[in-house]
């Protein structure tokens, strides 16, 4: 089976950096993939992204040779298994808030006697390589999204699970469950709770020789991130980039074409050729 570039990364204590797509379209995933990224992350449950749209934009990786992760939807085994069966290296889940939950992340990622996987691995035969039944279990990883109030408080528990292999923060919902209304949803908090709260989050981690993941809106913060001691970390998703990239674009044209004809106009003032 091929091996897993994160896990090796990991072991040898190198941060990653992970890619974010939400656009249902093997193109733009093709295009994310030459951008340098160690991993991308298809994102199946806020992406407007389908399982068919997930097979398609994971092909479309793979001549890259970047690791490929899924975040599902839910704590589900049936979407779980098929991502993983479609050639995902690595699973996300969101709102697991307690041990029994992220116990059940693990068992639907690992086959028997470590889980309750079910055979049939249809792509990741393929694209992933011979002896996949018998190295899948070692070589790919779940990692479990702390988002919630309840998630927070039982974050070391969490940690513990035999066989979860890390955390990632979910900032914007943690910044809904921790703030109690009083602050807006976001990425890349500066409040000294929120603060305090990802670096216990990292400390549980840490404590249980887990990795510690961080969602990012800027490469600044990405950076701090991994000064902190994060092993993982995302920065933005595809359509934040391309909204970014397009209205900077736009926004330079205005800017000196209105100039242009603030010139052009004074001079047909002034009576000037």
């Known amino acids: 089976m091929i091996e897993n570039k994160l896990k090796k990364s990991w072991t040898n204590k190198k941060a990653t950096l992970n890619g974010w797509l939400s656009i249902p379209n093997a193109f733009t995933a093709e295009i994310m993939a030459e951008q340098g990224y160690d991993s991308l992350t298809v994102d199946v449950q806020h992406g407007v992204i389908d ?34 069966d479609a050639g995902s290296m690595g699973v996300i889940c969101p709102m697991v808030n307690t041990k029994k939950q992220a116990e059940e992340l693990v068992s639907y990622c690992k086959y028997p006697p470590n889980g309750v996987r079910s055979f049939g691995p249809t792509r990741a035969n393929i694209s992933l390589g011979a002896n996949y039944w018998k190295e899948a279990n070692q070589n790919i990883f779940c990692l479990a999204m702390i988002e919630t109030q309840e998630a927070y408080d039982n974050v070391e528990e969490i940690a513990s699970t035999p066989g979860l292999d890390g955390l990632y923060i979910g900032p914007a919902d943690l910044t809904l469950g921790l703030g109690k209304g009083e602050l807006a949803p976001a990425f890349d908090r500066e409040e ?18 887990k990795i510690a993941a961080l969602h990012c809106g800027t490469p600044e913060y990405a950076a701090k ?20 990239a397009s209205s900077s674009s736009v926004k330079k044209f205005r800017d000196l074409t209105e100039t242009n004809n603030k010139d052009s106009n004074t001079n047909k003032d002034s009576g000037a050729y």
């Open 51 to 84: 399982f068919s749209d997930c097979v398609s934009m994971l092909q479309a990786m793979r001549a890259s040779g970047i690791v490929p992760i899924s975040r599902v939807p839910w704590l589900d085994p049936a979407i779980i298994m098929k991502v993983l």
């Open 192 to 209: 000294p709770k929120m603060i305090e709260a990802t670096k216990n989050i990292l400390a549980a981690a840490k404590k249980n020789n």
């Open 225 to 244: 991130g991994v000064q902190w001691g994060f092993d993982m970390v995302t920065i933005s998703n595809d359509v934040r980039l391309l909204i970014a």
